[in-house]
């Protein structure tokens, strides 16, 4: 099951072109990825208090097609794969249906002086709800 997050093209989110800043997917995709954990209860307040972060230590984006002013667009956050210290994501950005942008992602988990720890086996357990069929068989 893909978690959904909702968001809306805003004017100075804009390039030259009329187009959606390639800088911004990212930040969506951020977004989303932020969203999945509050709903499940792991924002970001809550990892920082029991000691915990998950960082972005690769990044992979293919931009398939442009957004413009004023889109409604959908992200799709999946858990490809949760391992002792680390997660793989992976998202899709769509408009209509259509997919705009993909992102896949390795996050570590740190503790508060970014050491790599054991990823919280709470947080794996709901997550689990969105490893795709591939991550949940491993």
Same mark, same amino acid.
């Given at each position: 099951?893909?978690?959904?997050?909702?968001?809306?093209?805003?004017?100075?989110?804009?390039?030259?072109?009329?187009? $959606?800043?390639?800088?911004? !997917?990212?930040?969506?995709?951020?977004?989303?990825? &932020?969203?999945?954990?509050? %709903?499940? #209860?792991? @924002?970001?307040?809550? $990892?920082?208090?029991?000691? !915990?972060?998950?960082?972005?230590?690769?990044?992979? &984006?293919?931009?398939?097609? %442009?957004? #413009?002013? @004023?889109?409604?667009?959908?992200?799709?956050?999946?858990?490809?794969?949760?391992?002792?210290?680390?997660?793989?994501?992976?998202?899709?950005?769509?408009?209509? @249906?259509?997919?705009?942008?993909?992102?896949?992602?390795?996050?570590?988990?740190?503790?508060?002086?970014?050491?790599?720890?054991?990823?919280?086996?709470?947080? @794996?357990?709901?997550?689990?709800?969105?490893?795709?069929?591939?991550?949940?068989?491993?």
């Amino acid at each position: 099951m893909a978690h959904r997050t909702q968001l809306r093209v805003r004017f100075y989110e804009l390039d030259p072109y009329n187009h $959606l800043n390639h800088s911004v !997917y990212i930040q969506y995709f951020e977004v989303a990825r &932020i969203e999945l954990l509050e %709903s499940i #209860g792991f @924002g970001m307040v809550r $990892l920082e208090g029991e000691g !915990y972060r998950i960082v972005v230590t690769d990044l992979a &984006i293919r931009y398939q097609a %442009s957004a #413009g002013p @004023g889109d409604e667009l959908v992200v799709e956050t999946e858990i490809a794969d949760i391992r002792r210290a680390s997660s793989t994501w992976r998202q899709r950005l769509l408009r209509n @249906g259509v997919v705009l942008a993909t992102q896949e992602i390795t996050a570590a988990s740190v503790d508060t002086v970014g050491r790599p720890v054991r990823f919280p086996a709470a947080l @794996g357990d709901a997550l689990a709800a969105y490893l795709t069929p591939a991550g949940a068989a491993r």
